[in-house]
């Protein structure tokens, strides 16, 4: 049964998705807060499959450490694609920092560019180092939530990888408060998993880290802040299974 749920999800998703972006294209010839609404509504109504078809429920706790407005530098765990769509659903104008191979995408490219996504080269060095702090100063400028999934990669559940030098480097520059968000995402929706299983997932916002400290501080607290969120959420879920 699940396998099946799993196969009518990706269906139904990726028919959604595709639909988003053949409407979603005549948005680029108005202002960014428009396509931002529209994708937040592809995001709700994303989330509705995956609770109606695939039995997962989103729990978002801390959320009033959310930005309601404003910028400020969100710092969440990637264990999941469930983590690079939530953002647009939570936040009012998320900029997502994302391989730049993405935003070649058909379609799904210009719209991402069109709300000030940000483009990484993982093999750009130095140059890209400074093209990516740049982009983000620009966006925190406009007013805009960056997200940065700082480990670079997608974890396990309960794991966290060394985070990339990159998002120091982003605080830095922005002098933004850095939101460090741990998840559980990567249970029910793994990492290139075809199989998606039902349950209860939760995104896990925790208290804000404000400007001002050194990076190695900042690194060190939002790193450590992270990986007791996510390793709670690995003992919670262990606890009801005893």
């Known amino acids: 049964m699940t396998a099946i749920r799993s196969a009518l999800f990706n269906l139904f998703f990726f028919g959604f998705t595709a639909l988003t972006v053949l409407f979603g294209l005549p948005l680029l010839a108005f202002p960014p807060d428009v396509m931002h609404r529209y994708l937040r509504g592809w995001a709700w109504g994303s989330l509705w499959l995956l609770r109606v078809l695939c039995g997962i429920r989103l729990r978002v706790t801390g959320a009033e450490n959310l930005p309601v407005d404003g910028a400020a530098l969100i710092a969440a765990q990637h264990q999941s694609a469930f983590d690079t769509i939530v953002w ?89 408060p850095v939101v460090p968000v741990a998840t559980d995402s990567g249970r029910f929706w793994g990492k290139r998993a075809f199989t998606k299983r039902p349950g209860l997932l939760t995104v896990a916002v925790l208290p804000p880290i404000l400007p001002g400290l050194p990076r190695a501080e900042l690194m060190k607290r939002a790193e450590a802040a992270v990986a007791a969120a996510s390793a709670g959420l690995v003992e919670a879920v262990d606890k009801v299974v005893e």
């Open 88 to 176: 647009h659903a939570l936040l009012p104008r998320p900029a997502y920092v994302m391989k730049e191979e993405l935003l070649r995408i058909p379609g799904w490219g210009a719209m991402a560019r069109h709300v000030h996504s940000i483009p990484v080269d993982r093999e750009g060095g130095a140059s890209s180092l400074k093209r990516l702090v740049r982009a983000t100063r620009s966006a925190a400028d406009a007013g805009y939530q960056v997200v940065i999934f700082p480990e670079g990669t997608r974890s396990a559940p309960g794991e966290v990888q060394p985070w990339q030098p990159g998002f120091a480097a982003m605080a830095a520059a922005t002098s933004l």
